[in-house]
């Protein structure tokens, strides 16, 4: 397989006709159909229906149209990256982040990009972080912004803070009283977590407390959406950041009460792949989304504390 043969292969797949796909490669229609009957052929399986009136993909076709657009666009970020040697930026970049990182940095993320870097195209994929480390490994993001991700030799991990938990709730479950509570008594509360696994592993990386909240909690979520709204509505409490409900907490519609004995803390790592070669692009998007999680904690728009790298 080389890339004429998919360039041949995407005319066909695209114009649905030989004679068509052959103008529009400027050669000979012999020349196209050789090199599909060879690509078939390399493949082992047809790649369209030969029809009367033209060419309709099989199943495979379908597949590898899939596989040649990805490749073509490979292509040309990378020629844009070396052509651009990082002083023009431009191309498309997938960066991933939970909600509650998105609610503190994402406009300023979007904003900056558009500002600074007008011919890039930034597309902000937000998951809870068990699916943000699915996300990174499998490639559907360039870099991520991760929870307490586990130690996997599939990505490398930069530490950029500290976030302290609280227990939230609404006040007809905690009251108005600021008092801290001891982490022993969280399951004398309604508790409700995020589904087990990489999920939780997000909230806490520490087996032994999970585990005894876990044992505790009725209800099981993988929606921050659906957390807010069983907060809102009095069902259960939950061990989360201040930033999550930072609005209903300013209006006094939920409570956040601190954790002792053991204070639980998360750590934010900002991780890519580990076979992931860096691109100018990748670099300055990297670079910039640590400086606005800086100016975030600095400026106290994020109750966090900043970590130096190799924690």
């Not at 529009?24 to 599909?36: I, Y």
């Not at 993001?141 to 227990?167: A, V």
Request: aromatic share 6%; charged share 25%.
């Amino acid at each position: 397989m080389d890339l004429r043969q998919l360039k041949y292969f995407v005319a066909i797949y695209e114009l649905r006709n030989l004679s068509h796909a052959a103008d529009h490669c400027n050669v000979a229609q012999s020349a196209v159909s050789h090199h599909l009957a060879r690509l078939e052929d390399e493949l082992g399986t047809p790649l369209f229906k030969r029809r009367s009136r033209g060419m309709d993909p099989t199943a495979a076709g379908e597949r590898l149209y899939e596989h040649a657009i990805d490749i073509f666009i490979r292509l040309r970020m990378a020629e844009d990256d070396v052509k651009n040697g990082g002083k023009v930026l431009s191309g498309e970049i997938t960066v991933g982040m939970p909600y509650s990182v998105i609610k503190v940095i994402g406009v300023e993320l979007m904003r900056a990009v558009r500002e600074r870097y007008p011919s890039v195209t930034l597309i902000l994929k937000e998951a809870l972080s068990g699916i943000g480390f699915d996300h990174l490994v499998t490639e559907q993001c360039e870099f991520s912004l991760l929870y307490n991700p586990p130690q996997d030799d599939r990505i490398r991990q930069k530490p950029l803070l500290d976030e302290q938990l609280y227990f939230i709730g609404h006040p007809s479950l905690l009251g108005d009283a600021p008092d801290p509570l001891e982490f022993r008594d969280l399951t004398e509360y309604p508790l409700m977590l995020l589904s087990s696994g990489t999920f939780s592993r997000a909230l806490m990386d520490k087996p032994q407390l999970l585990h005894s909240l876990e044992r505790a909690s009725s209800v099981r979520l993988a929606s921050v959406a659906a957390t807010i709204g069983a907060l809102e509505a009095a069902i259960g409490c939950t061990v989360a950041p201040q930033v999550l409900v930072a609005d209903q907490l300013q209006r006094g519609e939920l409570v956040a009460r601190r954790i002792i004995n053991p204070e639980p803390v998360r750590t934010l790592y900002l991780a890519e792949r580990s076979n992931n070669s860096s691109s100018f692009l990748s670099e300055k998007i990297a670079q910039l989304v640590e400086e606005l999680v800086q100016d975030a904690v600095l400026k106290r728009r994020w109750t966090a504390a900043l970590l130096a790298a190799g924690k």
